[in-house]
């Protein structure tokens, strides 16, 4: 038998020990609760997490600077583009570069379109455990869309891959205005039934009106960020606090709410949801729209290849559709050209001898993306509050040290004072309203 765990030795001889998770449906596969409890009532509380670890900082210490993107997604992997964001933009600052503004229109596009989908599932996996089946149907509906439109650009719903150091991948699908409309409407719509269905429903408000209440001390004091800190009052938002990309020129407002409890927490994030749809309408109209190919017929790259020998002009070059709005006449407005951190084109790679030696130079070991010696720190406001990276640098391909500021880490830290005097009934909404994402709570 290992040893006792602090509940074990602290509990009274006439409590029951009962262990919640980590194989409970409302825990996710991931969190362990040990409460101590009187009947119903919960005496004392221990949370224990750790069991989707996978050791990402470690990992990411052992690849190159461009390969350890991939591994963003995998963190809160229902907003990935925001991980890939933060990821990207902590080494734009380290390398000194710029990032082009269409580049940058696209990143607020894309991340805000991942707010919405972050706070669409962590407010139907809430309301479901709460017996809302309905509202979590309606919500999906809605995640759908959003999806839709990330698919159209990324080529993936989730693990995307999209935003890159110094840029985008490619440019926005051709029909992206009307999946974007499409998006906001049908959200919208999904948006005012659910408020229809719960706002005034007893049943939720009994679940979630003063329940898991924090103060606003006691919150700054756990480190708190994003929707969980401004349920409390305070209206800390990154975007607005320290703005990147285009924030600065957008107008947006950020919403509040006043007890810090179960239900200020499901407000704040409808709320939000909101104020994301206007920044993605905002971002639409500055958005001019892709600048057209050169005419004519695109030919193979071998064929290419043949003309130049022959000393003929060759046209476009058709790109792989895997590769389409890479194309090399749309990447300066996509990715800066520094060749420090740019990926060479592919037409170059395909066609000439420099172009492939660069291409090969650039994933070759121990060359490619190498910032100079130092340490930096960024953040970008995440689906769960404040997403920075720490990167320390030696001077080569590889990180020396990288260290991941995860919000949804320092919320989850707080739950065993929030259940503490609560019934057992009361640790499912209170944990569902802190939107815990097991790849970014354990790494």
Partial sequence: MGPLTRIQREARPESMLLNMGPSHPAMHGTIRIMLELDAEKILNAEVEVGYLHRGFEKTCENKTFFNLLIYTDRLNYVSPLINNLGYAMTMEKMLGVTVPERAQLIRVLMSEISR???????????????????????????????WDVIEFTAGARMTTSYIRIGGVRADLHPDWRASVSTAIRETRRVLQDVSGLIDQNSIFLGRTRGVGAISKEDALSFGWTGPCLRSTGIPYDVRKAHPYLVYDRLSFEVPVGEFGDNYDRYSVRMREMEQSLRLIEQVAVLLPDAPPLPAGPAVEPAEAVRGSRRQRTPGRIRLSPNLEGSEKERLDGLAARSPSVGVPAKEDTYTSMEGLISHFLFFMGGKGIRPPKGDVYFSVEGGNGELGFYIVSDGTDRPYRLHLRAPCFHVVAALEQLIKGRLIADVIPTFGSMNMIGGELDR
């Fill in 116 to 146: 919405v989908s972050d706070h669409l599932t962590c407010l139907a996996a809430m309301t479901m455990e709460c017996g809302a089946f309905t509202v979590f149907l309606y919500m999906m509906k809605a995640r759908e869309f959003l």
